[in-house]
């Protein structure tokens, strides 16, 4: 059995199907960059609203404040909590936990680790430091 000569498009489709399957193969083997969004979620309390925050303000003062809990648990309806996420396009997520603890419809307490901005943080001094420092007040 004689096979038929090749013809000239038909030669070109096959160098066309392998030049694409080159192609094809050499870009799989790469890892393309993809988006990724910055996710934000639950209530952005900055450390301005904390400070605004003041000892006895009622619930509705406070929610003006702040907006509205994240959780208000059934069990314990004297506490509202406020929670914050940020994942900045894949990385590590930042998050906040800002408790709040009502007593008579009174703000009492605020646990959390979001600070009132302007709030000066004692900085202790190295012990090294610190026994330098007695040393000089010895005559």
């Not at 702040?66 to 909590?81: S, Y």
Request: proline letters at 9%; charged letters at 25%.
């Amino acid at each position: 059995m004689k096979s038929k000569p090749v013809g000239p498009h038909r030669a070109r489709l096959v160098a066309a199907v392998i030049a694409l399957g080159i192609v094809a193969t050499a870009t799989g083997c790469t890892r393309p960059k993809l988006y990724r969004i910055d996710v934000q979620q639950g209530n952005v309390v900055t450390q301005d609203m904390v400070a605004r925050l003041k000892p006895d303000m009622t619930r509705s003062q406070v929610r003006f404040v702040l907006g509205t809990p994240t959780l208000v648990d059934a069990f314990h309806p004297d506490r509202w909590d406020y929670f914050y996420s940020f994942s900045r396009a894949g990385g590590t997520p930042e998050q906040r936990v800002l408790t709040l603890v009502f007593a008579d419809d009174r703000l009492k307490r605020i646990v959390g680790d979001v600070t009132p901005a302007g709030v000066a943080v004692p900085v202790e001094a190295p012990p090294a430091a610190a026994a330098d420092a007695s040393k000089a007040d010895k005559p």
